[in-house]
């Protein structure tokens, strides 16, 4: 029994520890396999190394004592040359007595520990592995450490490879094999996953574990077999790494120096690594796509913030051509070195900006224009087709390239309703090239930036239509009127893009008297200029014609119920009257207010005073109740007439202006005092009170000062 046992058992006699019994285990325990003999000391048995490590000296200690002893996880080299191998092993000591109690010997017992021993450092090994994957080492370090980590675990020479399979799973690439030769890892770099692609295209295209004990003979090694002869490999044991769904990650596969079937504990290995390294991989893919989605989030948060940036400073001006240019500063040198945009302008080519490194290269860009007929320049091709031109190379045709270095172009068009009507051209330079996240980023700012500049053009065309029609309802200049000094202000809401509805007239009268008359209209733009219109003309038509002020508005009233609805329906406030100078100085002054604000009239003491006045506005009734008023002013006297759009201005809070603050202001007008010394006074104290803010509603002002004789 104890012959065929796998646990080891001696019994050593006398001093010498001749051996009178043992089994084949102790003799390969020893190291005496080859020399396995029983009545001769067991010192003649053992190699010189093992004797040396105290085994014999161990024996003595027990023979003389007569005490036990225990040996455990007790290294032994085992074998010789290719066979050699590490062995533990857990022996016992026990003296033998005769019947006397005398010690005679000493009996051996033992069992190897060696598949323990592995079996611990393997778990210890296998955790050290999974806490580097836990801590997210880099990939190659976990499979390097996992492959060194077989080897050295193996009972027998053991070369470890682990491939990775590409994202499509065609392919596999070098992962980890620190101890196959560089020359035959370069060489299966990159092999398909295919049946017959040797042990481990074959295991990948399979998703199952390959086994090739004889590499010599097996035909999945047919295109490889001289390879693996170079590379002294024997046999290949390939697992496929699968991932959670069965995708395809990688092979983890065990190499041999000789032909050898694996054993299931083998097999068993190969599983729990191939485990392992699916772990890894997987965790690695994942940080990977979390690290190059934050890329990806935070290159949309550069671009987001560059376009947010840029489309501020395009609409940061109303102008036309700035807008350009300021498209032209934007790009150069976020997007490229050089940008230059082209607009068409009455059938030509126009250069509006040129934007480069240094003020030699600006001049050389700014010198340089397309021809609008020429076939072989970019910025032609793309205002003729309204798409996107890119090339790395310089443009064609005419330029300084050369001078400038040019290795690139991107030019892009800016689009009305489908129509180019200008292009925006980045230039670039040495190494640096437009790929398709320029080309994206470029188009849509060229996007935002035509729309700027058509907002700008639309609205510089708008204002220039608004001021001239305004400026034909109102005087060009103020008529110089005999013993009358007269100032006018007029100021629009907003941004000035609609046409007032507040206005204001001064002319003769045949009989040698002057009309003169200010007032609102309800509304603003065109239907506000239409009646602005019937109004004064209206005025204008009958004033010589009619016995005074009265009858004149009554006339006006009854254009306004008579005007076509097309033409507007807004009622009207005004001030109208006659003024006559008064020989030896000062004006008499005979009016109507229909509904508008009170007149102030400043005397010598300069206190404004409102001048009552009753009458209705004008629009709403056939029977206006109007009555004429007559005031006469004194040399250095004033009245006022403004619209209620001063009043009512209000400053950041919402207050309004209101008629204390306009008597405050008037009150400080010098003295004596000028038409535009009031016209000063009011305006400035406006706009000091509403501040940096714009005007809700037209101010309009006339300001009647009679002057003395001696000043006709």
């Given at each position: 029994?104890?012959?065929?046992?796998?646990?080891?058992?001696?019994?050593?006699?006398?001093?010498?520890?001749?051996?009178?019994?043992a089994n084949a285990a102790f003799f390969t325990a020893i190291g005496a396999e080859g020399r396995a003999r029983t009545g001769v000391?067991?010192?003649?048995?053992?190699?010189?190394?093992?004797?040396?490590?105290?085994?014999?000296?161990?024996?003595?200690?027990?023979?003389?004592?007569?005490?036990?002893?225990?040996?455990?996880?007790?290294?032994?080299?085992?074998?010789?040359?290719?066979?050699?191998?590490?062995?533990?092993?857990?022996?016992?000591?026990?003296?033998?007595?005769?019947?006397?109690?005398?010690?005679?010997?000493?009996?051996?017992?033992?069992?190897?520990?060696?598949?323990?021993?592995?079996?611990?450092?393997?778990?210890?090994?296998?955790?050290?592995?999974?806490?580097?994957?836990?801590?997210?080492?880099?990939?190659?370090?976990?499979?390097?450490?996992?492959?060194?980590?077989?080897?050295?675990?193996?009972?027998?020479?053991?070369?470890?490879?682990?491939?990775?399979?590409?994202?499509?799973?065609?392919?596999?690439?070098?992962?980890?094999?620190?101890?196959?030769?560089?020359?035959?890892?370069?060489?299966?770099?990159?092999?398909?996953?295919?049946?017959?692609?040797?042990?481990?295209?074959?295991?990948?295209?399979?998703?199952?574990?390959?086994?090739?004990?004889?590499?010599?003979?097996?035909?999945?090694?047919?295109?490889?077999?001289?390879?693996?002869?170079?590379?002294?490999?024997?046999?290949?044991?390939?697992?496929?790494?699968?991932?959670?769904?069965?995708?395809?990650?990688?092979?983890?596969?065990?190499?041999?120096?000789?032909?050898?079937?694996?054993?299931?504990?083998?097999?068993?290995?190969?599983?729990?690594?191939?485990?392992?390294?699916?772990?890894?991989?997987?965790?690695?893919?994942?940080?990977?796509?979390?690290?190059?989605?934050?890329?990806?989030?935070?290159?949309?948060?550069?671009?987001?913030?560059?376009?947010?940036?840029?489309?501020?400073?395009?609409?940061?001006?109303?102008?036309?051509?700035?807008?350009?240019?300021?498209?032209?500063?934007?790009?150069?040198?976020?997007?490229?070195?050089?940008?230059?945009?082209?607009?068409?302008?009455?059938?030509?080519?126009?250069?509006?900006?040129?934007?480069?490194?240094?003020?030699?290269?600006?001049?050389?860009?700014?010198?340089?224009?397309?021809?609008?007929?020429?076939?072989?320049?970019?910025?032609?091709?793309?205002?003729?087709?309204?798409?996107?031109?890119?090339?790395?190379?310089?443009?064609?045709?005419?330029?300084?390239?050369?001078?400038?270095?040019?290795?690139?172009?991107?030019?892009?068009?800016?689009?009305?309703?489908?129509?180019?009507?200008?292009?925006?051209?980045?230039?670039?330079?040495?190494?640096?090239?437009?790929?398709?996240?320029?080309?994206?980023?470029?188009?849509?700012?060229?996007?935002?930036?035509?729309?700027?500049?058509?907002?700008?053009?639309?609205?510089?065309?708008?204002?220039?239509?608004?001021?001239?029609?305004?400026?034909?309802?109102?005087?060009?200049?103020?008529?110089?009127?005999?013993?009358?000094?007269?100032?006018?202000?007029?100021?629009?809401?907003?941004?000035?893009l609609d046409i007032g509805g507040d206005f204001y007239d001064v002319f003769p009268l045949d009989d040698g008297t002057w009309a003169?008359?200010?007032?609102?209209?309800?509304?603003?733009?065109?239907?506000?200029?239409?009646?602005?219109?019937?109004?004064?003309?209206?005025?204008?038509?009958?004033?010589?014609?009619?016995?005074?002020?009265?009858?004149?508005?009554?006339?006006?009233?009854?254009?306004?119920?008579?005007?076509?609805?097309?033409?507007?329906?807004?009622?009207?406030?005004?001030?109208?009257?006659?003024?006559?100078?008064?020989?030896?100085?000062?004006?008499?002054?005979?009016?109507?207010?229909?509904?508008?604000?009170?007149?102030?009239?400043?005397?010598?003491?300069?206190?404004?005073?409102?001048?009552?006045?009753?009458?209705?506005?004008?629009?709403?009734?056939?029977?206006?109740?109007?009555?004429?008023?007559?005031?006469?002013?004194?040399?250095?006297?004033?009245?006022?007439?403004?619209?209620?759009?001063?009043?009512?201005?209000?400053?950041?809070?919402?207050?309004?202006?209101?008629?204390?603050?306009?008597?405050?202001?008037?009150?400080?007008?010098?003295?004596?005092?000028?038409?535009?010394?009031?016209?000063?006074?009011?305006?400035?104290?406006?706009?000091?009170?509403?501040?940096?803010?714009?005007?809700?509603?037209?101010?309009?002002?006339?300001?009647?000062?009679?002057?003395?004789?001696?000043?006709?």
């Amino acid at each position: 029994m104890f012959g065929q046992s796998a646990g080891i058992f001696a019994s050593l006699a006398g001093p010498a520890h001749v051996v009178e019994d043992a089994n084949a285990a102790f003799f390969t325990a020893i190291g005496a396999e080859g020399r396995a003999r029983t009545g001769v000391p067991l010192g003649q048995l053992l190699p010189r190394d093992v004797g040396e490590r105290g085994l014999l000296s161990l024996l003595d200690r027990v023979y003389r004592s007569g005490e036990p002893r225990t040996g455990p996880d007790t290294r032994m080299v085992l074998g010789e040359g290719a066979s050699r191998r590490e062995a533990f092993f857990d022996f016992g000591y026990e003296p033998r007595r005769d019947a006397g109690g005398n010690v005679t010997g000493v009996f051996v017992t033992g069992v190897e520990t060696t598949q323990v021993k592995q079996a611990q450092r393997l778990t210890a090994e296998h955790r050290a592995l999974l806490e580097q994957i836990a801590r997210q080492a880099p990939l190659d370090q976990v499979l390097d450490g996992m492959a060194r980590t077989i080897e050295d675990l193996a009972p027998e020479e053991v070369l470890v490879s682990v491939l990775l399979a590409t994202a499509d799973g065609r392919h596999l690439r070098h992962g980890a094999a620190p101890s196959l030769p560089d020359f035959y890892n370069q060489a299966i770099d990159g092999i398909a996953a295919g049946e017959g692609v040797g042990s481990c295209g074959t295991a990948a295209h399979r998703r199952e574990p390959v086994i090739v004990s004889d590499i010599a003979t097996d035909p999945f090694w047919d295109d490889f077999r001289d390879l693996a002869g170079k590379a002294d490999l024997a046999a290949c044991w390939s697992t496929p790494i699968l991932a959670r769904d069965r995708s395809l990650l990688g092979t983890f596969a065990m190499y041999h120096r000789a032909p050898r079937a694996p054993q299931e504990s083998d097999l068993a290995l190969a599983r729990v690594f191939a485990d392992t390294a699916a772990l890894a991989i997987e965790r690695h893919q994942a940080e990977r796509a979390r690290a190059a989605a934050e890329a990806r989030e935070e290159a949309a948060r550069r671009d987001l913030a560059f376009l947010l940036a840029a489309s501020t400073s395009l609409s940061a001006d109303l102008d036309y051509s700035e807008t350009l240019r300021r498209l032209a500063a934007a790009c150069a040198p976020a997007l490229a070195p050089l940008c230059t945009v082209d607009v068409v302008d009455a059938g030509r080519v126009k250069r509006v900006a040129a934007v480069a490194p240094d003020a030699r290269e600006e001049r050389l860009l700014a010198s340089h224009l397309p021809v609008y007929d020429a076939v072989d320049d970019a910025v032609v091709r793309v205002l003729a087709t309204g798409l996107s031109e890119v090339a790395r190379r310089a443009p064609t045709g005419p330029g300084p390239w050369q001078d400038l270095g040019v290795t690139g172009y991107l030019c892009v068009p800016l689009l009305d309703r489908g129509e180019a009507f200008g292009a925006m051209t980045l230039l670039t330079t040495g190494e640096h090239a437009v790929d398709g996240h320029t080309v994206a980023l470029a188009e849509e700012l060229a996007r935002r930036a035509a729309s700027a500049a058509l907002n700008a053009r639309q609205y510089t065309q708008r204002a220039a239509l608004a001021r001239d029609l305004q400026s034909g309802l109102l005087l060009p200049r103020v008529p110089a009127v005999p013993g009358t000094d007269i100032a006018a202000h007029y100021h629009p809401a907003g941004e000035g893009l609609d046409i007032g509805g507040d206005f204001y007239d001064v002319f003769p009268l045949d009989d040698g008297t002057w009309a003169f008359m200010l007032g609102d209209v309800c509304g603003r733009g065109a239907s506000a200029a239409t009646t602005t219109a019937l109004v004064r003309h209206t005025a204008r038509a009958v004033a010589p014609l009619l016995p005074g002020p009265e009858a004149v508005v009554r006339a006006v009233n009854k254009a306004l119920l008579d005007r076509p609805s097309s033409h507007g329906t807004g009622f009207v406030t005004l001030v109208y009257g006659h003024l006559n100078p008064v020989a030896g100085g000062g004006l008499d002054l005979t009016f109507v207010r229909a509904g508008h604000t009170h007149p102030l009239l400043i005397g010598a003491g300069h206190t404004p005073r409102a001048v009552a006045s009753d009458g209705l506005l004008l629009g709403i009734t056939r029977a206006p109740d109007l009555t004429a008023r007559h005031i006469r002013l004194q040399p250095s006297e004033s009245l006022l007439l403004y619209t209620d759009g001063i009043t009512e201005a209000r400053d950041g809070d919402g207050e309004q202006f209101g008629e204390e603050r306009l008597a405050e202001a008037l009150a400080t007008t010098p003295r004596p005092h000028t038409a535009a010394d009031v016209i000063t006074c009011l305006t400035r104290a406006v706009r000091a009170f509403t501040g940096a803010g714009g005007i809700d509603d037209d101010q309009a002002a006339l300001v009647l000062t009679a002057t003395a004789a001696s000043d006709r």
